[in-house]
């Protein structure tokens, strides 16, 4: 079984920057790990991808803006989301592989106020 806990999230002011972790317990595998997005009313988005050697990819809707960056030693990866906006107000939840399975954190709620 893996675990996967995130943090970070919270109310913060447009233009202003967050930072969200996500660390992985339990049976874990250092493999790609992802962040997702769903806003209320939303499909789930895919925001951002990290690969076990640090391969990175962003969705064109917060590039410039967002970065993927992992810690292999701690089992975490970091979203650092700057100028944030109201249309980024979202549940984040990272997700990883790891043999057969697709894993999901609860999620942490990131709600941005203009």
């Known amino acids: 079984q893996v675990q996967l806990e995130e943090a970070g999230g919270g109310l913060v002011q447009a233009g202003k920057s967050l930072r969200l972790s996500c660390t992985a317990s339990g049976s874990f595998s250092i493999n790609t790990m992802d962040w997702f997005r769903q806003a209320p009313g939303k499909q789930r988005e895919l925001v951002a991808t990290i690969t076990d050697t640090g391969a990175t990819n962003i969705a064109n809707s917060v590039k410039g803006r967002f970065t993927i960056s992992r810690d292999n030693a701690k089992n975490t990866i970091y979203l650092q989301m700057n100028s944030l906006k109201p249309e980024d107000t979202a549940v984040y939840t990272c997700?990883?592989?790891?043999?057969?399975?697709?894993?999901w954190g609860r999620g942490t709620q990131v709600t941005v106020s203009s």
């Open positions: 997700g990883s592989r790891n043999g057969l399975t697709y894993y």
